[in-house]
T-cell receptor, first 113, second 110 residues
């Protein structure tokens, strides 16, 4: 257990489904992140929230919709995904602007069929 | 753009020493991180370098040369449990995002 909890650990969804990924941290961190990890590729930053405000959005398709209701929780809402969206989705948190690195969750392994 | 390069795979023998290199070309520099990631698990923090030189922490050491855009992670007295992916990441400015390399998959053999 790293202090950042992600659920579910595994998710299989059809292209017409709507699902949500959840991330929770109780480390007192004030920034939270969504990263996508695909095989043979670097981690790709998707969204950054600081103090519940989105501060970065890296040209992510609108079928991915983040939500940060408070500093401890982060969601990624998914709808009409494509098979190429299958990947490991990692949530992370940090105490301030990444200066001391992130604490990652174990990720959600998403398969789109 | 941001470019961070590290070898894709490495193999080493239990008890040996291995060095994993990382070169970077980024728009700015505010620190370099190494993470370890076992299959199916979260990446975990190993080291942070912001000034030139060697940082030692037990069996693991990390080196940085800012003028060369170069870092390495040195693992001594390798153990089977060190088999994992090692991720190099750079903070290019004082903001939030870390830019990651593709990771180096290390296999430790008996």
């Amino acid at each position: 257990e790293t202090g950042v909890t992600q659920t579910p650990r595994h998710l299989v969804m059809g292209m017409t489904n709507k699902k949500s990924l959840k991330c929770e941290q109780h480390l007192g961190h004030n920034a939270m992140y969504w990263y996508k990890q695909s095989a043979k590729k670097p981690l790709e930053l998707m969204f950054v929230y600081s103090l519940e405000e989105r501060v970065e959005n890296n040209s992510v398709p609108s079928r991915f919709s983040p939500e940060c209701p408070n500093s401890s929780h982060l969601f990624l809402h998914l709808h009409t995904l494509q098979p190429e969206d299958s990947a490991l989705y990692l949530c992370a948190s940090s105490s301030r602007q990444g200066a001391h690195g992130y604490t990652f969750g174990s990720g959600t392994r998403l398969t789109v069929v | 753009g941001q470019n961070i390069d590290q070898p894709t795979e490495m193999t080493a023998t239990e008890g040996a020493i291995v060095q994993i290199n990382c070169t970077y070309q980024t728009s700015g520099f505010n620190g370099l991180f190494w993470y370890q990631q076992h299959a199916g698990e979260a990446p975990t923090f190993l080291s942070y370098n912001v000034l030139d030189g060697l940082e030692e922490k037990g069996r693991f050491s990390s080196f940085l040369s800012r003028s060369k855009g170069y870092s390495y992670l040195l693992l001594k007295e390798l153990q089977m449990k060190d088999s994992a992916s090692y991720l190099c990441a750079v903070n290019p400015n004082s903001g939030y995002a870390l830019n990651f390399g593709k990771g180096t998959s290390l296999l430790v053999t008996p």
